[in-house]
Every structure is written in C-alpha cells, then in structure tokens.
T-cell receptor, first 113, second 112 residues
Framework: EAQVTQNPRYLITVTGKKLTVTCSQNMNHEYMSWYRQDPGLGLRQIYY???????DKGDVPEGYKVSRKEKRNFPLILESPSPNQTSLYFCASSPGGQNYGYTFGSGTRLTVV | SQQGEEDPQALSIQEGENATMNCSYK?????LQWYRQNSGRGLVHLILIRSNEREKHSGRLRVTLDTSKKSSSLLITASRAADTASYFCATGSTGGGNKLTFGTGTQLKVEL
C-alpha cells in the first residue's frame, strides 16, 4: 500500500531533550515536506526537500532540523524542544512538489512540557 | 504565511444537502488543491485544479476556479454523514519556492 509512515504517533517530552520524528514513504517520491498544524493557524510548512541531499526552509523552520540522506526517509529533528513546539506534525510527499497532490502521514502529536 | 482563506470557518448541514466552501488567495498560482482531514488525522488529497482550468469534477465533488477573483469553491453534492471533516484549500504559487501553502480550513458537519 502506498503510504507515508510517521513515528511515533504520540510523544510527550521535556524541554531541551533532543528528539527525532521519523518519516518514510514507499512511493519513490522525490519531494517531501514537514508541516505543523496549530489551532487557528492551519498548516505551516517547516522544511521541504526536492530530492536527496537537497533541503530548504519553509515558513517556520526555527528550532527544527531535517536531513535527506535517502530518498524514502525525511526525519524531523528537534535538538532542544521548547513548549511552543507543542503541535501536531505531518510529513507529506509528492512526485514533484506543488504540481502534484500530496500524500500525508497520519501525524505525530508532540507535547513538550 | 497563509495564502488561502476558507469561508465559512464552520458549516453545518443535513444529510442529502449540498455543501459549498470557498477559498480566497492573494498571489498568482500554478494550481489550487483541496484536501479533507478527519479529526486529528492526516490530510487526504481530493482534487487539483490548474490555473488554466475553470472547473473540475470528481465523483460528488465539483471545484471551480476564478483566477480573476483569486477564488475557488468546493461543492459537495448530496452530502453524507461520512463527509463530516475539515476541508482545506492549498495553493501552489508561481513564485516563492516549490511548495503548497494551506489555508485554515472549513469545518463541515453533516447531520443525519
């Protein structure tokens, strides 16, 4: 089944403790992206990647890192999480960016205390 | 930054009625897409309409695009309780990077 898989589904952590949210797609998509969703603010893009070793900032990249060493994986790293990063995070992929429909993962609900 | 703004923010209708949601955006676009999100779940792509298209259909969905007014509408005909969800428009802009920018969504509730 074609899908984007995110892990974990839920995560509660403490301020400052580094964490990684994994994202993997099995559709050989070149484009991958991370979004966060907050009430009243909709989805905001954090980072995106056009291909392996090519990443770029979205609208809200501060406090996040990403890497794209393999085509299928696009992990999101929070090196020193803070409470304002409490949010619902989505990974998405597409064959080639904005001109195609995105396939979204099921989301990761992160709480930073 | 948000590009699309959906209207209304919330909509409640009876099963069998039609639901219309609108999206307005600010800059030139390559395409506009609509997505559905069931509570707390991932978004599901519904339909993509390109800037040179005016109308598109997919099953019970009808999307229109008016680039002169920078607006789009999503019509769901003969709605069902299972259509209860949030609906988002997303725009692919002609400038500013290869990405989709999402609006804040319309919450649709279809009651039996």
């Amino acid at each position: 089944e074609a899908q984007v898989t995110q892990n974990p589904r839920y995560l509660i952590t403490v301020t400052g403790k580094k964490l990684t949210v994994t994202c993997s797609q099995n559709m050989n998509h070149e484009y991958m992206s991370w979004y966060r969703q907050d009430p009243g603010l909709g989805l905001r893009q954090i980072y995106y990647s056009m291909n392996v070793e090519v990443t770029d900032k979205g609208d809200v990249p501060e406090g996040y890192k990403v890497s794209r060493k393999e085509k299928r994986n696009f992990p999101l790293i929070l090196e020193s999480p803070s409470p304002n990063q409490t949010s619902l995070y989505f990974c998405a992929s597409s064959p080639g960016g904005q001109n195609y429909g995105y396939t979204f993962g099921s989301g990761t609900r992160l709480t930073v205390v | 930054s948000q590009q699309g703004e959906e209207d209304p923010q919330a909509l409640s209708i009876q099963e069998g009625e039609n639901a219309t949601m609108n999206c307005s955006y600010k800059t030139s676009i390559n395409n506009l897409q609509w997505y559905r999100q069931n509570s707390g779940r991932g978004l599901v792509h519904l339909i993509l309409i390109r800037s040179n298209e005016r109308e598109k259909h997919s099953g019970r969905l009808r999307v229109t695009l008016d680039t002169s007014k920078k607006s789009s509408s999503l019509l769901i005909t003969a709605s069902r309780a299972a259509d209860t969800a949030s609906y988002f428009c997303a725009t692919g802009s002609t400038g500013g990077g290869n990405k989709l920018t999402f609006g804040t969504g319309t919450q649709l509730k279809v009651e039996l």
